[in-house]
């Protein structure tokens, strides 16, 4: 997963977007392009051949519309501010991707092709694991047929559509719409059905749902990493259609999430998940207050309703959602205890009450962060054999949250094979003054 600060990049849940921003044509000229859209976007003509895979289809003669090559990167001229769109319709074996993006941030992921074309886009279990079903109020689903335990990989996806997030503050409402409705009719045919079936009405609802609507309630951000500009960064937010399409929200999911560096979409079962169970993911930090997550999912992903999810509503016993709302006060007011190194109230006891408490409010998604904050509390006050173990733990739940190759995962293994070496060890003893530095 990706929400802790300590490991991985958080997810930001977004909310209100602001509407500045100016429509503008990229790389312009002393005179105007020929032609252009009639969305209103700016583009230069491109006065070359187009070749037609089984996966494209040409644009109806005389329309004017522009269609990217089959092979390679396109860089389509359409811009909105400093924001043009960039495709590879053959990227990732033919599944193909679209970028909003800018140039800078467009160079980063155009040097990760081969990456994108050894990424596997398929179901990791075998056939007959799950069947698809139909949930009221909440869409389809995937539930199992067989047992799957807990670190079992079940699928693996590259983005469709990665859009910087700054078009959601940057742009105005307008332009944002025609952007985005442009950047996904250049994908491939079949990825664009597979895009375009989450659009499809909410509920009681007629109308389509736009492209910012489905972007915003699968809010899986990925930051690019370094920016030349210090003004700018590099932060996307990137859509899995087969996510979003099978996998419904749970704020207590049994199954974990992260994106590699190849930008690929990683599912993993966090919690055994036993025949007849759902296949769930949190779209949002799960230690986010229950009413703040309720009123996300009404907005985002609930056909206008609360979250129905087991640990929103307890099945109606208030009395037990009332309980659950004090656990996870209480455990937030310990992580962040943990997390402040100079913290002077933290004790064995507490440790072991915050652990208690992820265990009592089933965060198996969460067990990696939990399990460092651990080990690392245990070794500030000198307690080398459990912080030992937590590392340990920690190890093995970040491979699972994280992935085999995560950065995070190798620091933990080097603070796993030396405990006492470690810059932890008695750190808050050496600050009382009760150990020698």
């Known amino acids: 997963m990706t929400w802790g600060a300590s490991s991985l990049g958080r997810i930001l849940v977004l909310g209100l977007l602001s509407t500045q921003g100016v429509l503008a044509e990229s790389d312009a000229k002393a005179d105007p392009p020929k032609g252009g859209s009639k969305e209103g976007l700016a583009y230069e003509e491109i ?95 995937l539930k199992a047929k067989k047992a799957i335990r807990r670190g079992k990989p079940v699928m693996s996806w590259t983005p469709a559509l990665v859009v910087h997030k700054d078009v959601f503050d940057v742009l105005r409402r307008k332009e944002r719409t025609r952007i985005l409705d442009t950047a996904v009719r250049y994908l491939p045919d079949e990825t664009q059905q597979k895009f375009n079936k989450q659009r499809k009405p909410l509920g009681p609802l007629s109308v389509e749902r736009s492209i910012e609507s489905v972007m915003l309630s699968s809010p899986f951000e990925y930051d690019l990493g370094y920016n030349y500009n210090p003004e700018m960064h590099s932060k996307h937010i990137l859509n899995f259609p087969e996510i979003n399409n099978l996998l419904p929200h749970d704020c207590r999911p049994n199954m974990a999430w992260y994106i590699d560096g190849g930008l690929t979409m990683r599912t993993v079962v966090a919690r055994r998940i036993n025949p007849g169970d759902e296949l769930t993911v949190a779209y949002i930090d799960p230690f986010i207050p229950r009413p703040d997550r309720s009123l996300w999912v009404k907005n985002h992903r609930g056909f206008s309703k609360p979250c129905p999810c087991q640990a929103c509503t307890h099945g109606g016993d208030a009395e037990a959602v009332k309980k659950a709302d004090a656990r996870l006060e209480e455990l937030n007011s310990l992580f962040k205890e943990l997390k402040n190194h100079d913290s002077k109230k933290v004790t064995p006891q507490l440790i072991a009450r915050f652990l208690d408490l992820v265990s009592q409010e089933r965060l198996q998604v969460k067990l990696a962060d939990a399990y460092e904050y651990a080990a690392l509390n245990y070794n500030y006050i000198g307690m080398d054999r459990l912080a030992k173990k937590y590392a340990d733990l920690a190890v093995q739940a970040a491979m699972v949250e994280e992935g085999h190759e995560a950065n995070n995962v190798i620091a933990l293994r080097i603070m796993a094979g030396d405990i006492k070496g470690h810059y932890s060890y008695q750190y808050t003893l050496k600050r009382q003054g009760k150990v020698k530095s």
């Open 47 to 141: 006065n070359k051949k187009t070749v037609y895979s089984e996966n494209a289809t040409a644009p109806a003669a005389g329309s004017g519309a522009l269609v990217p090559p089959v092979d390679g990167w396109w860089y389509s001229k359409v811009c909105a501010d400093k924001f043009c769109i960039f495709t590879n319709r053959r990227l990732a074996n033919g599944r193909g991707m679209v970028m909003v993006t800018t140039m800078e941030d467009y160079q980063k992921v155009e040097r990760q092709e081969d990456a994108f074309n050894k990424a596997e886009n398929k179901f990791q279990q075998e056939d007959g694991t799950f069947e698809t079903v139909d949930l009221p109020d909440r869409g389809t689903a």
